[in-house]
């Protein structure tokens, strides 16, 4: 039995994790800086939750009191309603607070999620994209840059601190019917935007096969930065078109002032509806024995089936 803890236990990812660990047996705290009145359900009977900002004292006593094993960071702060200052503070500040609480403490491994937004769409983009890559998001779009300090920062970490076992996870567009991301959103409208010209190639990977990947990682030992995609691609208005959506133009020149007209995606995002960002997760597959199991057309379905959002503005975007 193994001792665990989850961060971002709010969101509907660590819960899908959580289940699982506490389905064999281990022993799970999960801690996030929101309320988590949906972390009691089936499934989550046993698990424990704290309240704790990433950056502040509380979380020290999240560790004080316990002993892990493992700690699965998965609470990167992707909702843009949060201001930039806060969202520098919990992902940045946090991250490293909860890195040296794990040296502090003896953990003997970390799982930290990042994004693949950080390498941004860009035309020069080839395919597929590896970990050794430039991160280009930042340049344009600010947005991002705490998502890249963060992953900056724990890449580094893996090499500085070699007692703690490190593996930073890049997953492509996660979609699921428990998410409420802007991609999962996007697609569950009955129109959705495309960019007028453009049709890129994109990946998607389901929750449930995230939520293995995440299992796969902390039960290994390799250290390092890896990709993690789900089954293939397809263009864009492909997936609009097997979700049952009606695909409408939005004009280049006016893209982003349609984003924040309707807060349907945040700018660097709509990037990512005009040019490729297509990974490869090879080094992943390899060095954790994983491969997804949810088709993609499956995995679109999935996540539709979680409730339309219908034509209006969607939520201000949420972590990925």
């Known amino acids: 039995m193994a001792h665990v803890l989850v961060t971002g236990i709010a969101g509907g990812l660590a819960r899908r994790v959580a289940e699982r660990l506490l389905a064999r047996g281990d ?19 046993r698990l424990t939750v704290r309240r704790a900002s990433y950056n502040k004292t509380s979380i020290e006593d999240v560790f004080r009191h316990r002993r892990y094993d ?13 201001s930039v200052g806060k969202r520098f503070d919990l992902n940045v500040v946090g991250t490293q607070k909860i890195m ?15 994004t693949f937004h950080i390498y941004g769409a860009h035309p020069s983009n080839h ?19 705490d998502a890249i300090q963060l992953d900056n920062m724990a890449s580094t970490w893996v090499y500085r601190h070699p007692e703690v076992s490190t593996a930073v996870l890049r997953p492509t567009n996660v979609i699921g019917a428990t998410l ?3 991609m999962s959103r996007l697609l569950r409208w009955r129109r959705a935007p495309y960019v007028f010209g453009f049709n890129p190639m994109t990946q998607f990977v389901d929750e449930d096969d995230l939520a293995a990947a995440v299992l796969a990682a902390a039960g290994g030992d390799q250290a390092g930065v890896f ?43 709509l990037r990512f509806l005009m040019y490729p960002c297509v990974i490869s ?7 954790f024995d994983w491969a997804p199991k949810v ?3 499956e995995a679109l379905r999935r996540c539709v089936g979680g409730g339309a959002a219908g034509e209006g503005a969607a939520a201000a975007p949420r972590a990925t």
């Open 227 to 269: 990709n993690v995609a789900g089954p293939g691609a397809l263009p864009w208005r492909t997936a609009l078109r097997l979700v049952g959506a009606r695909p409408y133009p939005v004009v280049p020149a006016l893209a982003r002032a349609y984003s924040f007209a309707t807060a349907a995606a945040p700018p660097y995002l």
């Open 281 to 287: 997760d090879a080094a992943f597959r390899k060095a």
């Open 27 to 45: 022993e799970v705290v999960g801690v996030d800086y929101r309320e988590a009145p949906g972390a009691a359900g089936p499934g989550l009977e």
């Open 295 to 297: 088709a993609l057309g």
């Open 100 to 114: 040296n609480l794990c040296v502090a403490h003896g953990v003997r491994r970390l799982v930290v999620l990042s």
């Open 127 to 145: 395919i597929p994209i590896f970990e050794d890559e430039p991160l280009r998001a930042g340049v344009e779009f600010p947005q991002i840059a």
């Open 70 to 82: 493992a700690v699965l960071h998965l609470g990167r702060v992707g909702n843009l309603k949060e």
């Open 180 to 182: 409420q991301n802007t």
